[in-house]
């Protein structure tokens, strides 16, 4: 943020009414950064919160003046789903699925990425370099197999690890490539003091390696779980009737009540809150992890 | 310590190797066979399904709107989300909540926004119509999802909605990387903010945008959702995507052995893209010297 500083004081418009040698700090941009920045706000945010205040109003409001604020104010769509038990059942799919992707997207990534980053042995790159490629490896293009794999293989197709199991495996490769270089950066000295205390590796992976991972494993499980969370080619092939996950509930809600619009609006407003929530609460985690992925 | 490996690496490698690698190998095999989802794989026809596909003007055309998709994205997203992240990266009121809106469209599953943006583009009585008919003017007579001509410029301008966030971020995220030296000697020596930012900052960010165009390239070539959201790839096939083409052929028509040849183009047309953007663009990055030299000249 210090670069904003110097930039911010040479604005295009006092540009051309002073100098150019000033180094004079202030805060505040121009007054024409602003409504930019105010064009921006509203057409980011203006088609959501449209949707949220489109839930509080009736049909007919929305066919007579579409571009109106709620008059009156009607709450019968946002309790018609939040009664509506396909919703909550549609949250409960979409959560314990996003936890499992999360959990063994963590738990493996991690084992994986530990020798990876700290043992020397022969097969140590070669090893990496498979998981590297499996980022170049789209879903899309394994999903008609896996469909066929998960539901006339395994006879998983309409289960919760069904989806959480081939979404954890996509998602593994771009875990241990941001985990990799998170371990190998933490100091070799703890690993000789620990193994000179007598711990075995394993013990130190869990008692030393693990508790000091704690923010390379936030980022990738949060990554995981936002995709997992909003992901929808998958389950749409894999899970029918109250297995379905909310996106796919969404999806249903919106075409088969094609003309509820208040009703599309309520629900879909409702099913965004969840990620807008995590977003809240772990945004600088999916930035950094983002950031870590394009640097990577 | 072999056995030490194989415990820590075992459970990620079998998972990946089961459920990415194995389908990926079992997409080639079934792309050699007439297949309908039942019954063993008996009725090989070699390259039948890829001459098949690659003659199907349903795919060609699929092909080209990926296409369109990936280089309209990167020719939009890159000087609007370029001019956004530097009219933010200077302090000013609301900094911190500006950023988070900006990334709110990213986080909503494409699904959601999809939902959304089909009720906003409601032909007639849509948010979108009534505001245009306010001065004066109106959208296509079919609804801007339902006019062949314009339709996939809409799910265009919906992808730009909910990604230009990403860049923006992405993009200030690199600009807390430029040291700030460079700025004060810039200052110091007389450079307008103008200046500044075409031979200081634009430079120095060449690395976070390229990263950023791959992404934003391999996203488009995979893109799924929003399509078949907004427009199930229709009217009259003017948006499919060759994913689209391919969830069609193998889910609702269950010719396995065609969607599987599909996907195998798809996946060899994101490979040579990725392996030539490699070679051609993001190698300059590796040769870091020469850049940094440019830059600070």
Known sequence: MSAGTITGTVTPAKRQATNTRRIKRQGGGSPLVYLIAL?????????????????????????????????????????????????????????????LTTAIVV?????????????????????????????????????????????????????????????????????????????????????EASLLDGASRIGFFWRILVPLSGPGMVTVGVLAFVGSWNSYLLPLLLLQDDMKTLPLGVADFSSEHASDTAGVFAFTSLAMIPALIFFLAMQKRIVGGLQGAVKG | MRLEILFFVAPALLVFLFFVVWPILKAVQFSVYRWKGYGPLVDFVGLDNYVSVLQNDVFTGAFTHNM??????????????????????????????????????????????????FQLLQPQYGVIDTILG????????EGWLGTPDVALYTVIAVLTWKYLGLAVILFL?????????????????????????????????????????????????????????????????????????????????????????????????????????????????????????????
């Not at chain 1, 709620?70 to 949250?91: E, H, K, S």
């Not at chain 2, 306010?134 to 007579?141: C, R, T």
């Open chain 2, 68 to 117: 369109i998709i990936v280089v309209l994205s990167i020719l939009i997203q890159l000087p609007l989300g370029l001019a956004i992240a530097l009219l933010l990266n200077r302090k000013m009121w609301g900094q911190g909540v500006l950023r988070t809106i900006i990334f709110v469209p990213y986080v909503l599953a494409e699904v959601i926004a999809g939902v959304v943006w």
């Open chain 1, 107 to 191: 738990i493996f990534g991690m084992m994986a990425a530990y020798p990876l980053a700290r043992y020397q042995f022969r097969w140590r790159e070669p090893l990496f370099l498979v998981f590297v490629l499996g980022l170049l490896f789209p879903a899309t293009v394994a999903i008609i197999p896996l469909f066929i794999l998960i539901s006339k293989d395994l006879h998983m197709g309409n289960t919760w690890w069904g989806v959480a199991l081939p979404q954890a495996a996509f998602a593994l490769p771009m875990t241990v490539v941001i985990l990799r270089p998170f371990l190998m950066a933490l100091p070799k000295e703890l690993e």
């Open chain 2, 134 to 141: 306010a001065v004066g003017l109106h959208g296509p007579e």
């Open chain 2, 173 to 297: 995220a690199g600009l807390q990387g430029v040291p700030e030296e460079l700025y004060e000697a810039a200052q110091i020596d007389g450079a307008s903010w103008w200046q500044v930012q075409r031979k200081i900052t634009i430079p120095l960010l060449g690395p976070t945008v390229r990263t950023w165009a791959f992404l934003s390239m391999i996203g488009s070539l995979q893109l799924f959702d929003m399509v078949w959201i907004l427009t199930g790839g229709g009217p009259a096939n003017a948006t499919t995507t060759m994913a689209t083409f391919l969830i069609n052929e193998g889910t609702k028509r269950s010719n396995y052995g065609i969607a599987s040849a599909a996907s195998v183009i798809l996946f060899v047309v994101a490979l040579v893209m990725a392996l030539l953007y490699q070679f051609f663009i993001l190698r300059r990055d590796t040769q870091d010297a020469p850049r940094t030299k440019k830059a600070k000249r």
């Open chain 1, 39 to 99: 064009v921006v706000v509203a057409f980011t945010v203006g088609p959501v919160l449209y949707g949220v205040l489109g839930g509080f109003r009736t049909n007919a409001q929305l066919a007579d003046k579409p571009a109106a604020l709620p008059d009156p104010w009607v709450l019968t769509n946002y309790t018609g789903v939040l009664t509506n038990p396909d919703f909550w059942q549609y949250a409960l799919n979409s959560a314990i699925i996003a936890l």
